[in-house]
């Protein structure tokens, strides 16, 4: 077997693999991005729509085109990206992280590094994980999987489409599936609002006339061979109207049902998961329970844009150069998700430095306040005219408001939406 | 025989866990066989929908043909594993009673296993039971533990016991869907709904769901087949509450209850449930029976939770009466009867493949041992089950083994190409034979590659391309 050593390695080379391998080489140090696909890029590569990169470059790019002006990036410096290669088992050698890779050209690699920054994304929620009942016919598919077949592999899965729930993928593939002429029915969300971003909506169905059944479950889904059609039953006071359900005829069912960070790798390295957020537990630097192993992006929380996720990616990098560097965390403080919040990530926060924060809401609410608490004391609030689960808060704390917990001892951060 | 030849010594009827171990057997003599299915692939019926157990021998009485071929079947899976390569391991059983009421049933299940003279059968206190599994509710009193009894894949002991019979000259024909049936002289002329026909000097009706169907055709005996519909679901290998050994509840008169089985692959089986329904080709799960199954589950095993559903499925079970009917009808000539095989007929299947061979002797079928009879299938080594030391030399012989294509289930490009030449070409065939789309996924990642692979290995066409045969076609347009 092929041994191969460098300061850091990457795991994943979609956004944030790239951007956080991008802050090692920027400082001289050795780095490796491993990446299961041909190419670098991940799952920008099928988001060939555009609204990328408004905030990282000011401009609305497709994500093929934000994937490529990183890759330009990366092309440029001395990382050395390992495409078509999949890690297989991740493990802690004394002070060295052993990564066993596979590829068909080079066979397995044992890759030694002292820094790992874990960026694998997330995977799609199946129909299993929404246990929705009936057959099991051919036609049900996730929408990312749609998405990968329509957009690269040029085949089309279906002419007659339900999309189940809201989530951003499903509404772009509403679009989609209506422009290479298919009929998009109906888009199914259990929830009394949709899980997509509000822009996708409008841009996605309302402009499409495709239909938004909120506070609606699939109860079943129908055929032998191929899919025939789905059941939907509305729910009204948190129950099913079983009497009202009716029946949409289709030879599709596309699912848009969340997502969730892909750590199985992780738990096998003894990565210790927030079941909140599916990610690892992070400190103040991103960094896992495991010292030198750090995380960014959606393997670590779902993130709404891409340009949160380099952001986020490229402080991992940071403060995992730092870290090689032999820069070791100060006093930290935990972040604690008050009333009202779904998680807060990073859960902790370092009083001597500005910390970037991103959390999600529990709740859809107009006027909302967003309220941090250093032990128990107001140290920020900030007006928001409009919340909602779907659409993540970023929020950035400095020394000025932490100071206090400096001298405190066993000091608690609590965020919360009143 | 001639290749190609229409006209056979035996055709059996059905290309499920009864008819492939006919088959494999029979395929050990000087003999024409012919296996026809009416599915794409073989196992397609009820033998990939079941619980994949192989029984501990104490659940029936020795008066009926089934607890006998049971107990006889159950020991013959050490040496079919070691020449037919599918996974197959002895965890052993235990009974959960988890109520005093329910430790007299306990004793009688132990009774029985004794006088069926199970090996190494034990009554168990409370502490032995949480000492077996200790995973196990705080609330279980005692049970029963039957070491012998095991889990097994059961597609793949299809799949491989057909492959064996095919190399030692069994032909197949999928699609193959029996529409009637005439005999003139001494051979039956089967006629398919495609149109397709074989003639056969003997037929086994190894049918399951539709042998009542397939008994009408050939004039045979008029007896209804029913289904029972048994409900389950998947949970991900990561789940804590994977047991060591198959975890069952006390029986009732009707089913063997809801288990909670560790499958042989790594991933736990919760279920079956067991509802009459008319339509045989019924498998749709109900959110109703799904909560049952998680209720009682939980009652077994605590941790047992919803988080970790990959995905449910249900398996129609056929049953007649009490027990199996495998006899020659007493109307049709050279025509052997193998219906109502349920539980344990997955167990008891390599004894049935013995049974009716014995049964054909006795109508008159000459048997002759092959001399060059091979027992074996070739091994497919899956990347899975290798150290990375192993799986490294293996790339360096086939580059293909380091393309994973499945990422759940770390099923690499060669296992997909090893599936298609094998002649599984639709993705629940591949699926079956190598586990690609069986993880946590669902296929959400490896679906287009696997599309891919089949196109370019078979030439096959975009359109061509189903989930399990006719009607199933997985792509409707191109761009």
Redesign the interface.
Known sequence: MKEMRFDAAVVGGGAAGMAAALEFAARGLTCAVIEREEQLGGILMQCIHNGFGLIEFNEELSGPEFAERFEEKVRKTAITPLCSTTVIEMEVEGEEKVLSCVSSGLGVIRLRAKAVVLAMGCRERNRGNIRIPGSRPAGVYTAGLAQRLVNIEGYVPGKDVVIIGSGDIGLIMARRMSWVGCKVHAVVEILPYPSGLTRNIVQCLNDFGIPLYLSHLTTNIYGKDRVEGVEITPIENGALMLEKSFKIPCDTVLLSVGLVPENELSKNMGIEINPMTNGPYVDACLMTNIPGVFACGNVLHVHDLVDFVVEEARRAGAFAAEWLAGKRGGKEVRVKAGPNVRYVSPSKVAPARDNKLYLRTLVVKNDAVLEVKLNNKIVRQVKKSHVQPSEMITLTLGQAELEAAASAPDSVLEISIQ | MKPGSDSFDVAIVGAGVSGANIARRLSAYELDVVLVEKEADVSFGTSKANSGIVHGGFHHNKKYLKARLELQGAMMFDRLKAELDFPFERCGIVVAAMHEDEMRPIEQLYMQGVENGVIGIEMCSRERMLELEPKLSEDCVGGLYAPGGGIVEPYRFVFSLVENAQKNGVRLMTGFAVESAKREGERWTVKAADGRSIKARYVVNAAGLFADEVSRAFGAEDFAIHARKGEYY?LDR?TKCKPARVVFPVPTSVSKGMLVIPTVEGTVLIGPTATAVQDK???????EE?DTILKSARNMIPSVS?TD?????AGLRPFMEEDFYIEPSKKAPAFIQVAGIQSPGLTASPAIGEYVKDLLKKEGLKLVEKADWDPFVRKVPR?KDLS??E??EL??KD??????VC??E?VT?AEIVEAIRRGHVT?DGIKYFTRAQMG??????C??KI??IIMRETGMG?DEI??????????????
Do not use: H, N
């Open positions: 998947l990561m080709t019924d498998l749709a799960t109900t959110r799904l919803e559903v990959i995905t449910s499925f990347a990375p030391y799986l490294d790339v360096k580059p293909a083994y380091g393309e994973i990422r759940c770390r490009e993705l946590r996924c669902q296929g959400g990642f679906t287009y599309l891919k975009w189903t989930k399990r045969g006719e009607g199933s076609s997985v792509l409707r347009g191109e761009l």
